[in-house]
C-alpha cells in the first residue's frame, strides 16, 4: 500500500483547499478510503469517509457542511474539498486505509489556517 497526499498548505479564516490522496499498490477500487486530521497536542481524529464506489459518505459534526470527500476510482485518488476553513481546522491530514483490521497511512499534508 502506498498512500500520498497532497495539496496543503497555508490559508485565511474562510477560505480553501483541495486536499488529494493519490493510491497506489493495492485495488483502490474495493476498499473505503478516509481523511483523518491530527492537530498538535490533539488526537488524530476521523474527519471523513467514502465507499468503494463514492456512493456513501460519512462526516466529522465538526467539518458537515463545509468539507465534501470524494474519489475518482479511474485515477486511484480520493480527495477531501475543504471550505469555510477555520484556524481549528489546522492539523496535518492523513489519509486512510483500513483492510483486514490494518491501518495504512500516508505521511500526510500540512493544513494551516492563519490571518
Known amino acids: 500500500v502506498h498512500l500520498v497526499e497532497s495539496g496543503g498548505g497555508l490559508v485565511q479564516p474562510g477560505g480553501s483547499l483541495r486536499l488529494s490522496c493519490a493510491a497506489s499498490?493495492?485495488?483502490?477500487?474495493?476498499?473505503?478510503m478516509s481523511w483523518y486530521r491530527q492537530a498538535p497536542g490533539k488526537e488524530r481524529e476521523l474527519v471523513a469517509l467514502i465507499s468503494s464506489g463514492g456512493g456513501r459518505t460519512n462526516y466529522a459534526d465538526s467539518v458537515k457542511g463545509r468539507f465534501t470527500i470524494s474519489r475518482d476510482n479511474a485515477k486511484n485518488t480520493v480527495y477531501l474539498q475543504m471550505n469555510s476553513l477555520k484556524p481549528e481546522d489546522t492539523a496535518v491530514y492523513y489519509c486512510?486505509?483500513?483492510?483486514?483490521?490494518?491501518?495504512?497511512w500516508g505521511k500526510g499534508t500540512l493544513v494551516t489556517v492563519s490571518s
Open positions: 486512510n486505509l483500513k483492510v483486514r483490521g490494518q491501518d495504512y
Open positions: 499498490r493495492f485495488t483502490f477500487n474495493n476498499y473505503f
